[in-house]
């Protein structure tokens, strides 16, 4: 990973995040932006491995940067840095293809870790959301996969890149080719209308997988 853009309009908070950014990636180069249109006029230029993205912007909504590499260059793992912890907040993140959800509150510390589980191909979630939607699924229960309309095979796949196989590992552990991993993957996001590898881990907690 050689690059990285931070969205970020408070200058003190812009500099930390950067500061993390380029200790768990020495090898990278962060450019720092303050609004939305700044965003988009970089991505449009440029690709970034990693962006890492504030909701709440002076001219608009870090949700908009979200669906344009969604649509534009879904291989850019984005993560979402802000104080907003509502749940309509973190659905309408992933929803836009968000690969992790974290929030500024959390130490130095966690989020460098963070960021090296999502490059290794986890979802991340700061602790307090993830603790806040295990309380939500333990208070509904699991639901059946089965409900769902994914096949047998299809639970198998969506438990193992939940935890956070590669479709390289799904392969070499099911003995099936990757682009037979990579065809169940596409059947299994539209059979749950998910668009990221974190909304197909909420599932698998959800499901109980």
């Known amino acids: 990973m050689k690059k990285a853009l931070i969205v970020e309009d408070i200058p003190e908070t812009a500099n930390w995040v950067r500061r993390v950014v380029e200790e768990a990636f020495p090898e990278i180069k962060a450019t720092l932006v303050s609004t939305l249109n700044e965003a988009l006029c970089v991505l449009e230029k440029d690709c970034h491995p990693m962006v890492l993205v504030d909701l709440g912007l002076p001219d608009g909504s870090g949700l908009d940067i979200l669906r344009y590499l969604q649509r534009q260059q879904n291989k850019t793992l984005a993560v979402v840095l802000t104080v907003m912890a509502e749940d309509e907040m973190l659905l309408a993140a992933f929803s836009a293809g968000a690969a992790g959800y974290l929030l500024k509150e959390q130490s130095a510390a966690e989020m ?8 290794q191909g986890n979802p991340i979630l700061s602790a307090s959301i993830a603790r806040r939607l295990i309380d939500h699924f333990r208070q509904t229960g699991p639901e059946k996969a089965e409900d769902s309309g994914l096949t047998s095979r ?6 193992l890149i939940s935890r956070g196989f590669r479709n390289k590992d799904v392969s070499e552990k099911l003995n099936i080719s990757e682009n037979t ?10 059979k749950l209308a998910i668009s990221s590898r974190a909304e197909a881990s909420f599932y698998a907690t959800k499901f109980g997988l």
């Open 154 to 159: 299809e639970i198998e796949i969506l438990a």
């Open 112 to 119: 460098k870790e963070s960021l090296l589980r999502l490059e």
């Open 181 to 190: 991993v990579a065809s169940h993957i596409k059947s299994i996001y539209q």
